[in-house]
């Protein structure tokens, strides 16, 4: 006989779950009475939105799902941001929230909510466990239902009495993964419909993706010669430094990338959805008049078609594909100007743009693209800052970047915190800016208390910086809702335990940096940035210029 809690720890060990991130509630203590003993790590963290995130992380990071457990009510509703993260990034998460007993339902009882009516549109499968006994099947399809297709969260409610009770059943291994697999023929007609076009582009994207994969495709593509871009924060899924790399078709992209996209005949896009940021608020690619000839590649087959029309869909993982072409090496077709031209972009928009201010963003990310070892993992959340990162590091190795293409705040920190406990011998470095870092700042005492030990670059402008960029834009000089009182960053991370350190001369980073990293601590170092510096391409004052201008 054993104890709801104890079977679903069991089932844990037995789908390869070897850490979990969580904030306790009483709503589950069977549960944390089954991880006691039990080899599995619990991650103790200081609110759900960042323990949400966090878990996003490992999914990410790992390739298996995330694992998550948090109370009902306000537990699972702070958690809700981290869920959405993982629904846009297609990333693997189960979510087991405590619920209220079951002879108190549909009563409001209290922190009582309906997941069902709360995820659907949300999760991939909301479900909640009514009895003991059947824990094993539903634990089995969580699991299942969040890798398969495309991969997403599950949201798995436990009522506390059912949690409680003791009952005796067999344990259920995990259930065969169902993928769907590539056929030669399916790699031919692909072959020859790209094989026809003069101004072909390979799209890479969503997740599934591993080194091997990364592999693969550079070495197809460079031999086939035909330019390749990733989809937006996935830069890390082809080396930055290859001869065929044209860039990222992210949030602010290369405009003549842009172009490209718009100019080419055939796009054949490997495991990424074709959506909005992608395709520059569908600007660049009318669905209504694509104008060329799309190959969509997609584990999912109801995501082929969803919003543009494929002459050519085909349901796969994209790493298998790219392991199906890389045995396919050339030949090369007449597109060599096209692919050298697109990588002749690239290389200019590498060329920095000086920004104003003693401490200079694209000098930070310069040195830390030429100076972090090739595996180092960088993280970000949502902000100005991060178009530095995206447009001035290179990434040079798959695994090296962990950022929501759902563009949440708050994401960087809490992922650093999961990529160094899972890799902690590998350089984690987390870039923030002041009002991203400060939604999940608190989580600083849950990377002490486990051992993490990323280091936090805070670009520290006083401002919500993506906020009033825009807002100078549409209303020039009407500052509202977009200034931040802050506090001493590097003085916060001594108080939690950490290292800190502040820069406000450009000079002053490497040393600061080497003393970061020679702490042996989570550390923070704070940039003191000039309120001039609002973006890669302009500052504040040409903003509100562009603003003025446009409402002239």
């Known amino acids: 006989m054993r104890h709801g809690g104890k079977i679903l720890v069991d089932h844990l060990i037995a789908h390869g779950v070897r850490r979990v991130y969580s904030v306790p509630g009483e709503s589950f203590l069977a549960v944390l009475d089954g991880l006691h003993e039990s080899g599995v790590e619990n991650i103790v963290c200081r609110q759900e939105g960042g323990a949400a995130m966090m878990a996003e992380a490992h999914g990410k990071l790992t390739g298996a799902p995330g694992v998550l457990f948090v109370t009902r009510g306000p537990g699972v509703t702070n958690a809700s941001a981290g869920i959405h993260v993982a629904r846009q990034d297609s990333t693997p998460l189960v979510v087991f929230v405590g619920q209220i007993a079951r002879n108190h339902r549909d009563r409001e009882a209290f922190q009582e909510v309906n997941y069902r009516a709360m995820f659907g549109t949300v999760a991939k499968w909301v479900a909640e466990v009514d009895q003991t006994e059947r824990l094993p099947e539903y634990i089995m399809r969580a699991f299942h239902v969040a890798q398969s297709g495309r991969p997403g969260p599950v949201v798995l409610a436990l009522p506390e009495d059912m949690l409680a009770a003791e009952v005796d059943v067999p344990d259920l291994a995990p259930t065969a993964p169902a993928r769907p697999a590539v056929g030669e023929a399916q790699v031919q007609a692909l072959l020859e419909l790209q094989g026809k076009a003069l101004r072909p582009l390979f799209v890479l994207g969503g997740s599934g993706w591993s080194e091997e994969a990364a592999r693969d495709m550079q070495r197809f593509a460079e031999a086939r010669g035909v330019p390749v871009a990733v989809d937006f924060?996935?830069?890390?899924?082809?080396?930055?430094?290859?001869?065929?790399?044209?860039?990222?078709?992210?949030?602010?992209?290369?405009?003549?990338?842009?172009?490209?996209?718009?100019?080419?005949?055939?796009?054949?896009?490997?495991?990424?959805?074709?959506?909005?940021?992608?395709?520059?608020?569908?600007?660049?690619?009318?669905?209504?008049?694509?104008?060329?000839?799309?190959?969509?590649?997609?584990?999912?087959?109801?995501?082929?078609?969803?919003?543009?029309?494929?002459?050519?869909?085909?349901?796969?993982?994209?790493?298998?594909?790219?392991?199906?072409?890389?045995?396919?090496?050339?030949?090369?077709?007449?597109?060599?100007?096209?692919?050298?031209?697109?990588?002749?972009?690239?290389?200019?928009?590498?060329?920095?743009?000086?920004?104003?201010?003693?401490?200079?963003m694209e000098a930070v990310v310069g040195w830390l693209s030429e100076q972090l070892p090739e595996d180092a993992i960088l993280t970000n959340g949502a902000g100005n800052y991060a178009a530095w990162l995206h447009r001035y590091f290179r990434f040079k190795r798959f695994g090296t970047q962990l950022a929501p293409t759902s563009g949440s705040m708050g994401y960087g920190f809490p992922a650093s915190i999961a990529a160094s406990l899972e890799h902690p011998d590998r350089r984690v470095v987390c870039l923030a800016g002041d009002g991203c870092f400060q939604m999940t700042v608190n989580e600083f005492s849950t990377a002490m208390q486990h051992g993490a030990k990323p280091i936090v670059i805070v670009a520290n402008n006083g401002r919500y910086g993506t906020i009033r960029m825009h807002q100078e834009k549409t209303y020039p000089g009407r500052v509202s809702g977009t200034d931040l009182a802050n506090p001493d960053f590097a003085a916060l991370a001594r108080a939690y335990g950490g290292h800190g350190e502040v820069v406000e001369d450009q000079a002053q980073f490497a040393e600061a940096f080497a003393r970061a990293e020679a702490s042996g601590k989570a550390a923070v170092i704070e940039l003191r940035m000039d309120p001039e510096a609002l973006a890669t391409g302009f500052t504040l004052s040409e903003a509100r210029k562009m603003g003025e201008a446009q409402r002239d």
């Open 233 to 360: 924060r996935r830069q890390d899924y082809f080396d930055n430094r290859s001869p065929v790399f044209a860039g990222d078709l992210g949030v602010g992209m290369n405009p003549k990338l842009g172009q490209r996209l718009r100019e080419a005949d055939c796009l054949v896009v490997l495991g990424a959805r074709i959506g909005d940021i992608m395709t520059g608020g569908y600007e660049l690619l009318d669905p209504a008049a694509p104008g060329k000839t799309i190959i969509h590649v997609h584990p999912d087959a109801d995501e082929i078609g969803a919003v543009y029309r494929a002459d050519l869909a085909i349901p796969a993982r994209a790493a298998d594909m790219a392991a199906a072409l890389a045995g396919h090496n050339g030949p090369a077709g007449p597109w060599a100007d096209w692919t050298g031209a697109a990588q002749a972009d690239y290389e200019a928009w590498q060329s920095p743009k000086e920004s104003p201010g003693a401490v200079k």
